[in-house]
């Protein structure tokens, strides 16, 4: 019995420590998004739980039959040894799972960065553009006889239509080495490919913009110095350049100071926990 107990309590401690390592990700329900900034929440995975439930099962039934018939301490080690393994195998497929999910998004908003890129720098003059200018309404109802080619203008912000979806321009940050195309509106199924306009727009100087915590989006944008530069190409090629004013983590419900506030731009994702929200204040240099 002392064997079994020491087992079961050192296969637990694994267990403890992958879980705790190899959580991962999920992502709020719509729900919660008006109250809430959009993120992801650190959670265990589906197959960490059924990895879980293998193991605390394996123990109880160790204990049953340890109590009812003499069982040989080896067979109840194997039986143990064997539940562990699983729990570690499902911790081992969820973090292959996010770290799919992180390389996907990567490699679908360079390559829109890249189409965006292009048409910039290849679309009309500015006349041109000005014939496209619409209401929000007329735009809706005919956006199919729109060029992708050519930039949308709006009550909202400006933007280029890419596969069926608005882009507002590119996000650069050189300290990051990163450049990200910016969806023009936010959806949780929009923030797994790139980051997205969570509210105000450029000619305002109220833009706030979202992204989740991959490696390739916002997830070391809490490393950013004060001073350093963050540039935004619009779709008719000019550049707006900021600088990092202040750094900060909030609590996700703080919506209105995140969109009501005296910066620029400002720039939101998860801390590693999904607890709390990063935010980047940026200010236009004078």
């Known amino acids: 019995m002392k064997?079994?107990?020491?087992?079961?309590?050192?296969?637990?401690?694994?267990?403890?420590i992958s879980a705790a390592n190899l959580s991962t990700p999920i992502f709020q329900t719509p729900v919660e998004s008006l109250t809430i900034l959009p993120g992801r929440?650190?959670?265990?995975?589906?197959?960490?739980?059924?990895?879980?439930?293998?193991?605390?099962?394996?123990?109880?039934?160790?204990?049953?039959?340890?109590?009812?018939i003499k069982l040989k301490s080896k067979l109840v080690g194997i039986v143990l040894v064997a539940a562990g393994a699983i729990t570690m195998l499902a911790s081992g497929v969820a973090m292959v799972h996010t770290r799919a999910?992180?390389?996907?998004?990567?490699?679908?908003?360079?390559?829109?960065?890249?189409?965006?890129?292009?048409?910039?720098?290849?679309?009309?003059?500015?006349?041109?553009?000005?014939?496209?200018?619409?209401?929000?309404?007329?735009?809706?109802?005919?956006n199919e006889d729109i060029p992708e080619d050519l930039p949308v203008v709006t009550d909202e912000p400006k933007y280029l239509i890419i596969d069926g979806v608005n882009y507002i321009g590119v996000l650069s940050i050189p300290a990051?080495?990163?450049e990200l195309p910016v969806n023009r509106t936010w959806s949780y199924s929009a923030l797994r490919l790139t980051?997205?306009?969570?509210?105000?727009?450029?000619?305002?100087?109220?833009l706030v913009i979202a992204a989740h915590s991959?490696?390739?989006?916002f997830g070391y944008?809490?490393?950013?110095?004060?001073?350093?530069?963050?540039?935004?190409t619009d779709v008719e090629g000019d550049e707006h350049i900021y600088q990092v004013a202040k750094v900060e983590v909030v609590?996700?419900?703080?919506?209105?100071?995140?969109?009501y506030s005296d910066y620029d731009l400002t720039l939101f994702t998860c801390t590693e926990s999904g607890k709390e929200r990063i935010l980047v204040r940026c200010i236009q240099p004078e």
């Open 214 to 217: 991959y490696e390739a989006h």
């Open 195 to 206: 980051p997205c306009r969570y509210s105000g727009s450029i000619d305002s100087n109220s």
């Open 251 to 259: 609590e996700p419900t703080r919506v209105d100071d995140v969109i």
């Open 176 to 178: 990051l080495g990163i």
């Open 221 to 232: 944008i809490d490393t950013l110095s004060v001073g350093e530069a963050i540039i935004l």
């Open 41 to 68: 929440i650190m959670s265990l995975h589906a197959p960490v739980l059924i990895g879980i439930g293998v193991f605390i099962t394996a123990i109880v039934i160790c204990l049953i039959i340890k109590l009812i």
């Open 101 to 142: 999910e992180d390389n996907s998004a990567a490699v679908f908003s360079e390559r829109i960065t890249q189409t965006l890129i292009e048409q910039i720098e290849l679309s009309p003059i500015r006349e041109d553009r000005a014939q496209l200018t619409r209401s929000s309404t007329e735009i809706s109802k005919s």
């Open 3 to 16: 064997r079994l107990a020491l087992n079961a309590f050192v296969l637990l401690t694994v267990l403890i």
